[in-house]
């Protein structure tokens, strides 16, 4: 009885050990998927952002242009007023008693040409600015018309490629999320962040003529001997991946050929 608990122990451990490395070989499909696509991905998420910018860009140029145009309505309007206030000047220096009122009506007349001069200058500042606002909004609205080009031409090619490999995909997702259920919460819990570390996103490896098939580090010889007897799971001591006995996974170990001395000559006698 003893016998059979401890053959269910370790069988437990040889199951844990094969389905994480073929969750792993699940996941390290999508990731071939992934790579697949590239920086797609990030490069239509770019021009998406970029395009964003150009937009704020124009609607900011537009809206300065309006309230220049504003600025402008009002100086004229000013203009107009003032020129009113000329006229009736003019015509109360017709009418004048003495130089008294004839200097101050002048000098009211004076200041109300210097304040026209003054509106009509700012109206031409305020024109060149619209025409300079103008100029930048048809160089927005050009690198605009180019970067939706772009992201076209990038949200087709994406389209395309997900296309292709959406249901590979899926599939693979659909065994993974299977087979999960088959690993307990601790152990995969366990294999998952040592995947998310893991440069490469290997979070179980095979070990690869007597080294670590993740870091390629040297096994000592009795951590081998462990590794084979798959009673527990066992990790590198380097790395922190997950590490099983190639033959246990049904992964071919690369034979290593004992290179053969060449027979030494004896030279004869004579």
Same mark, same amino acid.
């Given at each position: 009885?003893?016998t059979?608990?401890?053959?269910?122990?370790?069988?437990?451990?040889?199951e844990? !050990?094969?389905?994480?490395?073929?969750?792993?070989?699940y996941?390290?499909? *999508?990731?071939? *998927?992934?790579?697949?696509?590239?920086?797609?991905?990030?490069?239509?998420?770019?021009?998406?952002?970029?395009? *964003?910018?150009?937009?704020?860009?124009?609607? &900011?140029? &537009?809206?300065? /242009?309006?309230?220049?145009?504003?600025?402008?309505?009002?100086?004229?309007?000013?203009i107009?007023?003032?020129?009113?206030? *000329? +006229?009736?000047?003019?015509?109360?220096?017709?009418?004048?008693? #003495?130089?008294?009122?004839? $200097?101050?009506?002048?000098?009211?007349?004076?200041?109300? %040409? !210097?304040?026209?001069?003054?509106?009509?200058?700012?109206?031409?500042?305020? @024109?060149?600015k619209?025409?300079? =606002?103008?100029?930048e /909004?048809?160089?927005?609205?050009? %690198?605009?018309?180019d #970067?939706?080009?772009?992201? +076209?031409?990038?949200? =087709?090619?994406?389209?395309?490629?997900?296309?292709? @490999?959406?249901?590979?995909?899926?599939?693979?997702?659909?065994?993974?999320? +299977?087979?999960?259920?088959?690993?307990?919460?601790?152990?995969?819990? $366990?294999? =998952?962040?040592?995947?998310?570390?893991?440069? #490469?996103? !290997? %979070?179980?490896? @095979?070990?690869?003529?007597?080294?670590?098939? %993740?870091?390629f580090?040297?096994?000592?010889?009795?951590?081998?001997?462990?590794?084979?007897?798959?009673?527990?799971?066992?990790?590198?001591?380097?790395?922190?991946?997950?590490?099983?006995?190639?033959?246990?996974?049904?992964?071919?170990?690369?034979?290593?050929? @004992?290179?053969? &001395?060449?027979?030494?000559? !004896?030279?004869?006698?004579?």
């Open positions: 009885m003893a059979d608990k401890k053959n269910d122990k370790e069988r437990s451990v040889e844990r !050990l094969q389905n994480l490395f073929q969750l792993q070989s996941l390290s499909e *999508i990731d071939r *998927i992934k790579i697949l696509r590239g920086e797609l991905p990030n490069e239509v998420k770019d021009l998406e952002d970029e395009i *964003i910018r150009y937009q704020t860009r124009i609607q &900011k140029y &537009k809206d300065e /242009i309006e309230d220049l145009k504003a600025f402008v309505n009002q100086k004229k309007g000013e107009a007023d003032r020129r009113v206030k *000329i +006229e009736k000047y003019e015509e109360q220096i017709n009418n004048v008693r #003495n130089n008294r009122e004839f $200097a101050f009506l002048e000098k009211e007349k004076e200041f109300e %040409g !210097l304040e026209i001069e003054l509106a009509e200058k700012n109206i031409r500042e305020a @024109t060149e619209q025409e300079q =606002k103008a100029a /909004i048809q160089r927005a609205e050009e %690198g605009l018309a #970067n939706q080009h772009i992201l +076209e031409e990038k949200r =087709k090619e994406l389209d395309e490629i997900v296309s292709e @490999t959406r249901m590979e995909e899926e599939n693979i997702r659909v065994k993974a999320k +299977e087979l999960e259920q088959k690993i307990d919460d601790y152990t995969l819990a $366990a294999f =998952k962040r040592i995947r998310k570390n893991a440069r #490469n996103g !290997l %979070g179980i490896v @095979t070990v690869q003529r007597s080294a670590c098939g %993740g870091c580090n040297r096994i000592p010889p009795q951590r081998q001997l462990e590794i084979k007897m798959h009673k527990k799971v066992i990790v590198c001591e380097y790395c922190g991946r997950i590490m099983v006995d190639g033959a246990l996974v049904g992964v071919d170990q690369p034979v290593v050929e @004992t290179p053969v &001395k060449p027979k030494r000559k !004896l030279g004869s006698k004579l």
